[in-house]
């Protein structure tokens, strides 16, 4: 029972370089969104989707992109890395956004140079 | 706009000692609330929730009672053991279903 699998645990970029983070849940979940941990700060929502097709906006979406392509997968692209993202970052699903608690996946560990 | 704070940690107790980690929480309307917990470099797994005035919250051990009179929802644990070791954040669910958490809490507990 894999849950919410992220790739890669950990990656090392330098500055200007863009990658993928990715996502995929088998739990059939319509719900999925991508945080970020930082210390102190508790997590903060980046973007999210309800559904295959259909994304949104959290509260810090600059520099990253999504997309929602089937209900499995969530991928979380970086543009062009800068040192302000380094960060953990957390893909969590649930059956829905209103009552369903989150799962989350083992979080990938971001350093940008 | 809608705002959890939690203690500072580190919080650091002896085995069997008693737990209270404090969670207060600025919100319009009545929003549902959630303890989450996160054990060393795995994700966030939910621990409890309240979804209304007086509703307490239970599992494993730990409980958390919603009051909406001190807009508060702390967690507690008679006595704590060294498994319980971790990150303690609190979140609340606004109008918007969106989730706000807490800075979090680690606990460390000695044997």
């Known amino acids: 029972n894999a849950g919410v699998t992220q790739t890669p645990k950990f990656q090392v970029l330098k500055t200007g370089q863009s990658m993928t983070l990715q996502c995929a849940q088998d739990?059939?979940?319509?719900?999925m969104s991508w945080y970020r941990q930082d210390p102190g700060m508790g997590l903060r929502l980046i973007h999210y989707?309800?559904?295959?097709?259909?994304?949104d906006q959290g509260e810090v979406p600059n520099g990253y992109n999504v997309s929602r392509s089937t209900t499995e997968d969530f991928p979380l692209r970086l543009l062009s890395a800068a040192p302000s993202q380094t960060s953990v970052y957390f893909c969590?699903?649930?059956?829905?956004?209103?009552?369903?608690?989150?799962?989350f996946g083992n979080g990938t560990r971001l350093t940008v140079t | 706009g809608d705002s959890v704070t939690q203690m500072e940690g580190p919080v650091t107790l002896s085995e069997e000692a008693f737990l209270t980690i404090n969670c207060t929480y600025t919100?319009?309307?009545?929003?549902?609330l959630f303890w989450y917990v996160q054990y060393p470099g795995e994700g966030l797994q939910l621990l409890l929730k309240?979804?209304?005035a007086d509703d307490k919250g239970s599992n494993k051990g730990f409980e958390a009672t919603y009051r909406k009179e001190t807009t508060s929802f702390h967690l507690e644990k008679g006595s704590v053991q060294v498994s319980d070791s971790a990150v303690y954040f609190c979140?609340?669910?606004?109008?918007?279903?969106?989730?706000?958490w807490g800075a979090g809490t680690k606990l460390i507990i000695k044997p």
């Open positions: 969590a699903s649930s059956a829905d956004r209103n009552n369903s608690p989150l799962h």
């Open positions: 309240a979804t209304k």
């Open positions: 979140a609340l669910r606004d109008s918007n279903y969106q989730l706000i």
């Open positions: 919100a319009t309307g009545y929003p549902s």
């Open positions: 989707s309800v559904g295959a097709g259909i994304t």
């Open positions: 739990m059939n979940h319509e719900y």
